[in-house]
């Protein structure tokens, strides 16, 4: 019922910048969470950052003060700007819409982008 479409990735030097975007479409409660997680081969997903449809945001302490999410509530639109991009956060990254309020409980998946820092 839910679509999320992802664009923004791609390669990017060390210390350049990159910003992500996720579009949601379909049957979508206003009250959600939209997030960002990414996952390295071999590696477990892990979330980067979240934002509730209050405009609260959570952050990975590996990522706070290089990337910011923000979301656009009427277009159902979540972003991730990331600065400052080090090899480590090479990664697939995933976008999340979560609806906690539905009955039950519904998670959304985009199909994930690739993020690769390298000179």
């Known amino acids: 019922q839910v679509q999320l479409v992802e664009s923004g990735g791609g390669l990017v030097q060390p210390g350049g910048s990159l910003r992500l975007s996720c579009a949601a479409s379909?049957?979508?409660?206003?009250?959600?969470?939209m997030g960002w997680y990414r996952q390295a081969p071999g590696k477990q997903r892990e979330l980067v950052a979240r934002?509730?449809?209050?405009?609260?945001?959570t952050y990975a302490d590996s990522v706070k003060g290089r990337f910011t999410i923000s979301r656009d509530n009427a277009r159902n639109t979540v972003y991730l700007q990331m600065n400052s991009l080090k090899a480590e956060d090479t990664a697939v990254y995933y976008c999340?819409?979560?609806?906690?309020?539905?009955?039950?409980?519904?998670?959304?998946w985009g199909k994930g982008t690739l993020v690769t820092v390298s000179s």
């Open positions: 379909g049957s979508i409660f206003s009250i959600n969470v």
């Open positions: 999340n819409l979560a609806q906690s309020i539905t009955v039950p409980p519904r998670d959304y």
């Open positions: 934002v509730t449809s209050g405009g609260t945001t």
